[in-house]
């Protein structure tokens, strides 16, 4: 069979995907209407762990290609995942890189409308198909969201970095029911930081982000395992 044709068939495949000058891998595995995105270069953990699941589970997985967790933006640097909006990837460039001239900003960000469009038509599941992000963090924590949330289940206190971000109600309903932590961002705030969540709720797209502490792998395939499995 030719690789077209092993594609067709729903066998694991990958494609290419860029934005700006950074490529990304698309992984098929069947026609389901699920999509993934692994977005930070750095976050190992995660890009290990939704590779694995792709060899046994339906749907497109997109992979960034990188291993830093900003992507070049001319001569200078964006976080991929504020990205999303031109709001944000205004914010992102401005404090990554506080020399850059609005022209060389206006440059990136004709680019960036471009690509965008294109990855967003890749990536953003069909009506009523679920997307899912997987994370790493260091740092960051459910702490960090409840202040700006519309719902949160602290289901383990104690796992603070361990915890799903979901944009669509009955998403959230049964996410906390789980043993997991949990936020709903359906309304969000006001202010555009870019990232994807944001994108989706405004869309109306069912998004859920899965966050993990860096190293934790078997912490983030039961998750991602349990998150499957119970949402439909």
């Not at 990205?83 to 890189?97: C, H, Y």
């Not at 469009?117 to 990536?123: D, E, I, N, S, V």
């Not at 719902?151 to 206190?157: D, G, H, R, T």
Request: net charge positive; with cysteine; proline share 5%.
């Amino acid at each position: 069979m030719t690789r077209r044709s092993l594609l067709m068939a729903g066998i694991f495949g990958r494609a290419p995907l860029a934005c700006l000058d950074t490529k990304f891998s698309m992984l098929r595995n069947g026609n389901a209407s699920r999509r993934y995105l692994h977005i930070h270069g750095d976050e190992d953990t995660a890009r290990d762990v939704l590779r694995a699941h792709m060899k046994t589970h339906a749907g497109l997985a997109i992979l960034i290609e990188n291993s830093e967790r900003m992507i070049p933006a001319g001569a200078g640097k964006l976080d991929p995942n504020r990205m999303w909006s031109r709001e944000g990837a205004e914010k992102s460039l401005r404090a990554l890189n506080p020399a850059m001239s609005e022209e060389e900003r206006n440059a990136i960000h004709r680019r960036l409308d471009r690509d965008r469009a294109r990855f967003l038509k890749a990536l953003l599941p069909p009506k009523g198909g679920l997307l899912i992000a997987i994370h790493n963090n260091r740092g960051y924590s459910i702490q960090d969201e409840l202040a700006i949330s519309d719902e949160k289940a602290l289901n383990a206190p104690a796992a603070t970095h361990e915890f799903f971000l979901a944009t669509h109600p009955p998403d959230f309903r049964l996410i906390a029911s789980s043993p997991y932590n949990a936020v709903l961002q359906k309304n969000g705030p006001r202010d555009d930081d870019g990232s994807l969540s944001r994108l989706a709720a405004r869309l109306g797209v069912r998004y859920v982000n899965l966050e993990c502490g860096i190293g934790k792998a078997a912490v983030q395939r039961e998750m991602l395992d349990w998150l499957v499995l119970n949402l439909p």
